[in-house]
């Protein structure tokens, strides 16, 4: 994977309930502190082949588990190079971009459906890894709980036994550094600011070693 200059492109992961929106949200507010603002955007995308996906996670259509990840490696490969409003556009011009979800996603949930962990490889290989992957590490019960709490609808991936395998597969994808980037790894099961405050100490040792280097 290829790294695009030169903007920073931070990428949050994590089971769904794993709060990386919310962990996503509190970044953006302390790099503008810093002075640096960050675009956000999320996978799916906005973009036409992520409405379709959303509608296919609602369980409004249905998709067979190929079709979904070819669709994700679809709007993946528009969100990073449309020339309106893409990824790839925004760091060119020195942007930073925080995305939830991104490669991971797919490696991570479609083989827990089955796919071959290298052809999701080999249908995602336009897109470059990203500068740092936040993984939001949140048990598989606090997740179940969050997600009853704040949803009145079923989802694809809303079910304990298969955000386990989805679990089993994100462990084992962390140590691939081609894929993350720079890894910042925290405990999703406390409170935001808790999590943020771990985040943030992880993030900043970052910070300082790419400026010095
Ligand atoms: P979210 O927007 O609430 O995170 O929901 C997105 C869902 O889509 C979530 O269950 C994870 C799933 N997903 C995949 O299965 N593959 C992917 O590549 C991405 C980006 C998301």
């Given at each position: 994977m290829k790294k695009p200059t030169p903007g920073k492109f931070i990428v949050f992961e994590g089971l769904d309930g794993a709060g990386t929106s919310t962990q996503m949200a509190l970044l953006k507010n302390w790099l503008s502190q810093q002075d640096i603002f960050a675009e956000v955007t999320k996978?799916?995308?906005?973009?036409p082949a992520g409405v379709v996906i959303r509608q296919a996670i609602e369980e409004r259509i249905v998709m067979t588990p190929t079709a979904i990840a070819l669709a994700f490696a679809c709007d993946r490969v528009d969100h990073l190079?449309?020339?309106?409003?893409?990824v790839q556009k925004s760091l060119g011009q020195g942007s930073w971009v925080l995305c939830d979800r991104y490669v991971l996603s797919s490696l991570a949930y479609q083989s827990s459906e089955g796919m071959d962990l290298e052809w999701l490889k080999a249908i995602n290989r336009f897109a470059f890894a990203p500068h740092v992957t936040i993984f939001v590490d949140t048990s598989i019960e606090v997740c179940v709980e969050r997600i009853n709490r704040r949803s009145s609808h079923n989802e694809l991936f809303h079910h304990s036994d298969k955000l386990k395998t989805v679990r089993t597969q994100y462990q084992q994808l962390l140590d691939h550094s081609e894929l993350t980037g720079h890894l910042v790894k925290v405990?999703?099961?406390?409170?935001e600011q808790e999590v943020f405050a771990e985040l943030i100490t992880q993030f900043q040792q970052w910070m300082e070693q790419s400026t010095a280097s």
């Open positions: 996978e799916p995308s906005n973009g190079q449309n020339d309106a409003n893409g405990n999703g099961d406390g409170t």
